[in-house]
């Protein structure tokens, strides 16, 4: 196991696995933070996702196809932002109508234009290929890791520290934090809180689509239903732990990243494949039953 | 403002969400360039249909499940508990129920019996885990119920691949279920018996939310935590066992599904269906009403096998059925749901 843990290529391919889940909670964060309880980042995954295949297959530009990706999930925040915000629906049912949403769209999409069931690849989607930064690619131990990942993996971490400044610094920032401590404040401060809380549903929207188009056109180049397999949902939990704030976020999207990363690796060791699928969410569940419980003791800790 | 103003005003929204989800559905077909009165016929022949009513019999198959995953969540929700667990509770039953039947001996009838229960059983084992991660873990129900679909999803499929497969078969499935366990069907048809447990379940869950003391107060638990605190209700001992009711029945489900149609457990036959999530917006399309629940559900296995009868005769992907529940949901869920409280985000508190 251990051998395993320090073998280079596992941890060269963990960033695979942290892009997508660090993006959606990134997303998710800023939803949390201006009072939007979204839970449909699953949905906003797997749209982005097929999105980011169709764009790239039909203008041969991953770049493109990112792009699609990233609109696709944008429309997606309108779509949350009309009935959750505008209409009033209840933030879970939204939720739930749009995972469902995405996953039929998806499937629906993918036989009406590519009359396939199950799986699309092509020659013709044009992937991501990795980026090469020459002198950190040299550094003993690091190298491997942080170069020679898709472009999406920089851009996923560099939002981090941005959100960060953004949500600390900027005037709009502010104003998400504000929609969600004290909506009436802001009100009152004559800024809609709403219409924040919208811009902050679409920026989402972007965020995910840009993590599924890493699942799709980056660590691989097909499209297959479902294939967000739940990675939305650990997003979910994440921001739920964190509170949506982004460094604590980015290290339990490492986390959680290294171990869907690990689950992949360990299926060459004859464990059934079966267990290795539910290591990720295994690993969830203990680290928020970890996290709350050590949250209790330091309460009590802090009361006495 | 005069009364008839009054109406017009009640009425017209829900004319213009008619509108707007027939619109979509128009797109839709207008999209794959379906021709749109064979798509209609078909989805109409398809739902309620076919010669001696085939197709009505699959829909009633079909909804003697969701309506059955729909009791079970409702009984869940009305209590405040934001159970969408139920996907992984079906499977727990299924994958119980076909294990039981299959290594149990005896005679058939005490079988099945032992393997309904054993299925109820483990639906509730399911939801009750759940249960527990909430109340002395701190894990939200919402998240925690929703991540153990994952793990039993994947023990299923392990043992239906390994140490249970139906090798010979060449498919990731368990071995038949003995032939004397399969539920009968009705005289004439290819419906079996087992849409009997759903309305009996369903019959349960109406008496128990209608005129129980424990059905009124776990729905009081559900509308104010606080007041049912304060009024001395045992808040935790209310939730496990709401959770073990929905839990049993969605576990009851999985054995109806094994008993009466598939007659094994065949590696994701609960799970790529979205029967439970079916039953979840079953729900909430009724705004948790329980005696409307059965309608919806029955509404939504319709619109199931309506879409597969629109891909027979029209050439439209079956798909469509979840697009148009996902719609049908967004434009109602928004117009009933104040008869479901996520003022706490679904978090659930600490209750």
């Known amino acids: 196991m251990l051998d395993l843990l320090l073998d280079p290529s596992f941890a060269a391919s963990v960033p695979r696995f942290v892009t997508p889940i660090l993006l959606a909670a990134l997303g998710g964060a800023l939803c949390e933070r201006a009072g939007v309880f979204n839970i449909a980042l699953e949905g906003f995954l797997l749209t982005g996702a097929f999105a980011a295949v169709l764009g790239a297959y039909f203008s041969g530009s991953p770049y493109l196809g990112a792009l699609a990706a990233m609109a696709a999930g944008m429309a997606l925040g309108l779509v949350f932002a009309e009935f ?125 689509g840009l993590g599924g188009a890493q699942l799709s056109i980056a660590n691989v180049n097909l499209f297959v239903e479902n294939m967000s397999a739940g990675r939305g ?9 964190t509170g949506g704030r982004p460094w604590p976020l980015f290290f339990i999207a490492l986390l959680f990243g290294a171990v869907d990363s690990l689950s992949f690796r360990v299926q060459g060791l004859g464990l059934a494949q079966q267990f290795t699928d539910m290591m990720p969410y295994l690993a969830t569940l203990i680290v928020l039953v970890t996290l709350s419980w050590w949250r209790a003791k330091r309460a009590k800790g802090d009361a006495s | ?112 019996v032992a393997a309904i229960f054993a299925a109820m059983l483990a639906g509730a084992a399911w939801a009750l885990l759940a249960g527990v991660l909430q109340l002395y873990m701190g894990v939200p129900l919402l998240v925690g119920s929703l991540l153990l679909n994952y793990p039993i999803r994947y023990i299923a499929s392990y043992m239906v691949a390994h140490p249970f497969r139906d090798v010979p078969s060449g498919m990731v499935q368990s071995h038949l279920v003995p032939q004397g366990t399969w539920l009968a069907s009705f005289p004439g048809t290819r419906l079996d018996v087992g849409i009997l447990f759903t309305l009996a379940a369903t019959a349960f869950a109406l008496v128990y939310s209608y005129s129980t003391v424990h059905g009124y107060h776990t729905r009081l638990n559900g509308l104010s ?121 679904g978090r659930g508190g600490d209750a």
């Open chain 1, 84 to 208: 959750n915000l505008r209409r009033g629906g209840d933030s879970i049912v939204v939720s739930i109508a749009i995972n469902l949403l995405a996953a039929g769209l998806t499937t629906f999409l993918l036989r009406a234009i590519f009359d396939v069931t199950g799986a699309f690849s092509d020659p013709a989607i044009a992937g991501f290929g990795t980026v090469r930064l020459p002198f950190i690619e040299a550094v003993p131990g690091l190298g491997p890791i942080l170069s020679g990942q898709s472009v999406l993996f920089y851009i996923s971490v560099a939002c981090v520290p941005l959100l960060h400044l953004f949500l600390a610094r900027h005037r709009l920032g502010l104003r998400i934090r504000a929609a969600g401590e004290n909506a009436e404040a802001l009100r009152a401060g004559g800024v809609n809180p709403r219409g924040v809380q919208l811009l902050a549903l679409v920026a989402c929207g972007a965020l995910c």
């Open chain 1, 233 to 241: 949902w650990i997003a979910v939990v994440a921001v739920l732990l």
């Open chain 2, 1 to 112: 403002m005069a009364a008839a103003n009054g109406i017009g005003r009640a009425v017209l929204p829900w004319a213009l969400t008619l509108l707007w989800i027939g619109a979509i559905v128009f797109a839709l077909l207008l999209f794959v360039g379906a021709p749109f009165g064979e798509a209609i016929s078909g989805f109409l022949q398809g739902a309620f249909g076919g010669r001696r009513h085939a197709y009505l019999m699959a829909t009633l198959s079909r909804s003697a499940l969701i309506v059955g995953m729909a009791v079970s969540v409702m009984l869940s929700f009305r209590a405040g508990l934001f159970n969408i667990g139920g996907e992984g509770q079906l499977v727990a039953g299924g994958l119980a129920a076909a294990l039981a039947a299959i290594l149990l001996p005896g005679p058939p009838l005490l079988v099945l």
């Open chain 2, 225 to 345: 935590k606080e007041f049912a605190r304060t009024v001395g209700l045992p808040v935790r001992k209310l939730t496990l066992q709401t959770l073990a009711i929905s839990g049993a029945i969605a576990g009851l489900v999985g054995a109806i599904a094994v008993f009466g149609i598939h007659h094994r457990y065949i590696d994701g036959m609960l799970v790529q269906p979205l029967y439970a999530w079916t039953g979840i917006i079953a729900v909430l399309l009724v705004g948790m009403v329980p005696w409307a629940v059965p309608l919806s559900g029955f509404f939504f296995a319709a619109v199931q096998t309506g879409a597969a009868g629109m891909e027979r005769t029209a050439g439209v992907p079956k798909e469509i059925a979840l697009v148009i529940q996902a719609v049908i949901i967004l434009f109602v869920a928004s117009r009933v749901s104040g008869a479901l409280s996520s003022k706490d985000g």
